[in-house]
T-cell receptor, first 114, second 118 residues
């Protein structure tokens, strides 16, 4: 079984600052994928970034980067130059096996302030 | 590309009613669709996995007779909440993956359905 732990229920960050959202995972599989999704108050799930377990380089997508530390089983999301529109829930998820079932963490609510 | 449409976005109905939610892949063929449930301020919990043309696989603790899933075509899966009661009120959201997708490609989500049973 897989498990995702997000220890920060809520985070505040000032506009234009960078913020790191923590995520640790547990799996016995050697091959897996790690995902971050953003969920605004309207409810839709927006895919942000993906890191494969065999990827040697940290993933980056625009203002999003993933700090992947395999030995520590962590996959923290870094958002640079925060914007007011970044205020939302952020979920870390893991996908293992051919069934592609996603297991989500409990989420972190990010509030960007002026 | 990879757009998933979910309908309706919101339903309010009386206890005992059955409610059908549709999940459509608009620009790709979805061999597998997933149905999740999310209670307020909680995470998404997988309810079931549906593969086109076969019976859905339900997660432990999910009543298959209560939550009927049909995936009759490569672009449509439906979730029917039968004889809904107030405790079934929740946010239901589907996702899809298509033919030939790498297992580690992101799932594409619909916009979700807020179900309120009075």
């Amino acid at each position: 079984a897989q498990k995702i732990t997000q220890t920060q229920p809520g985070m505040f960050v000032q506009e234009k600052e960078a913020v790191t959202l923590d995520c640790t995972y547990d799996t016995s599989d050697q091959s897996y994928g790690l995902f971050w999704y953003k969920q605004p108050s309207s409810g839709e799930m927006i895919f942000l970034i993906y890191q494969g377990s065999y990827d040697e380089q940290n993933a980056t997508e625009g203002r999003y980067s993933l700090n992947f530390q395999k030995a520590r089983k962590s996959a923290n999301l870094v958002i640079s130059a925060s914007q007011l529109g970044d205020s939302a829930m952020y979920f870390c998820a893991i996908n293992t096996g051919t069934a592609s079932k996603l297991t989500f963490g409990t989420g972190t609510r990010l509030q960007v302030t002026l | 590309g990879a757009v998933v449409s979910q309908h309706p976005s919101r339903v309010i109905c009386k206890s005992g009613t059955s409610v059908k939610i549709e999940c459509r892949s608009l620009d790709f063929q979805a061999t597998t669709m997933f149905w999740y449930r999310q209670f307020p301020k909680q995470s998404l919990m997988l309810m079931a996995t549906s593969n086109e043309g076969s019976k859905a696989t339900y997660e432990q603790g999910v009543e298959k007779d209560k939550f009927l899933i049909n995936h009759a075509s490569l672009t449509l899966s439906t979730l029917t909440v039968t004889s809904a009661h107030p405790e079934d009120s929740s946010f239901y959201i589907c996702s899809a993956r298509g033919l030939g997708f790498d297992a580690n490609q992101p799932q594409h989500f619909g916009d979700g359905t807020r179900l309120s049973i009075l």
